[in-house]
């Protein structure tokens, strides 16, 4: 027949410690039935607000109430009956009922008998709790906030493409309906300077009119694709002439620019390639322009070249506005322009800085 022995008392010097701790501790008798609290310190009773009348004797599942945890209950007894370590939150009550996070840290002791007690180190998480609630809350509503602000970002951006469409389908048929004038009233004036400048009039007004069609064509109005521009405006240009006599020809990477350099651009490669086609080949000489652009490092470089006559036999015209009005352009895009013999033809070489774009 064994004999039960009772558990060592713990030295003094190490009770007065845990005594006088700040953090809530208890002892349970681990050879005792039901495990019962055998000592706590202060700091215990006053979480709990239990005397030590009311607590010593029994089992620390006193502290549990409707909301605690099963789940950690089981995980409690199961390492309770192994004799493990556990470190787990739960959901106790205090003697009021007032629930309270208790973070504790149980810890088999063994003497020389064997598992003598269970030492519980505990920490009173409910302000953490209560903060991550908060916390929680704040979240929810910040979300709700948010989720509000992009509804009517979008509400408010879908409005502005709405808007900028119906600008656009506007603008084209103004831009449509001047040329059109234009092209009339140029074949009601008699042959001369006053019925060739309507014509180019009318010609420069479709260039802008093809740039804005294709700045919002995507629903991207930000952004203008000079390749695409140029595969279009080639389409059409060479649409109207003789493909056995002249031509032309590009090679345009597909640049993306800012989208206020659409006009300016349409403009001047309009221009460029409008005027080697009138003064290049004169008579029935047969020719060629090409367009060529690609990105540099530091912008664009843009080549207008063609195999006609030259600069030096292109007679001056005192009237001419082509020269004027693409000098003004390059320069309204702050680049620089170089004329020059090809021997045949002429080349004209331009560089466009470029931003880069957001």
Not at 87 to 101: A, C, I, M, Q
Not at 245 to 257: F, H, K, N, T, Y
Request: charged content about 25%.
């Amino acid at each position: 027949m064994s004999v039960r022995s009772e558990p060592s008392p713990p030295p003094v010097a190490l009770v007065e410690a845990f005594a006088n701790s700040l953090s809530p501790m208890v002892i349970t008798d681990a050879r005792a039935p039901d495990n019962p609290i055998a000592w706590a310190n202060e700091a215990f009773l006053k979480v709990t607000g239990y005397s030590t009348e009311e607590i010593v004797g029994r089992n620390c599942r006193m502290l549990q109430g409707p909301a605690t945890d099963q789940a950690t209950v089981e995980r409690i007894r199961g390492a309770v009956r192994a004799a493990e370590p556990i470190s787990v939150e739960l959901l106790n009550y205090r003697k009021d009922g007032t629930p309270f996070w208790n973070a504790m840290t149980i810890t088999p002791v063994r003497d020389s008998d064997g598992l003598a007690f269970f030492y519980a180190a505990q920490a009173d998480m409910t302000h953490i709790h209560q903060l991550e609630v908060s916390m929680r809350g704040t979240n929810d509503e910040l979300e709700r906030l948010v989720d509000a602000r992009t509804q009517d970002l979008s509400a408010a951006l879908e409005q502005k493409t709405a808007l900028l469409h119906e600008v656009d389908h506007r603008v084209k048929n103004n831009l449509q309906v001047i040329s059109s004038l234009m092209l009339l009233k140029a074949r009601r004036t008699p042959e001369g300077e006053a019925r060739d400048a309507l014509q180019s009039m009318a010609e420069r007004i479709g260039a802008l009119s093809t740039a804005h069609r294709m700045l919002y064509s995507e629903g991207d109005c930000t952004h203008f694709n000079l390749g695409e521009f140029a595969a279009e405006f080639l389409a059409d240009m060479n649409a109207g002439l003789d493909p056995d006599r002249r031509r032309i020809e590009a090679d345009v990477e597909p640049i993306a620019v800012a989208a206020a350099m659409a006009a300016p651009l349409a403009l001047l490669i309009h221009e460029l390639t409008a005027n080697a086609l009138q003064h290049a080949f004169p008579g029935e000489r047969e020719g060629r322009v090409s367009i060529a652009a690609r990105r540099t490092d530091d912008g664009m470089h843009l080549i207008i070249r063609d195999d006609g006559v030259g600069l030096a036999a292109t007679p001056v015209n005192p009237a001419g506005f082509g020269r004027n009005l693409v000098e003004m352009v390059v320069r309204q895009m702050r680049g620089t322009i170089v004329w020059a013999d090809a021997g045949p033809g002429t080349t004209v070489t331009i560089d466009i800085p470029l931003r880069p774009l957001p």
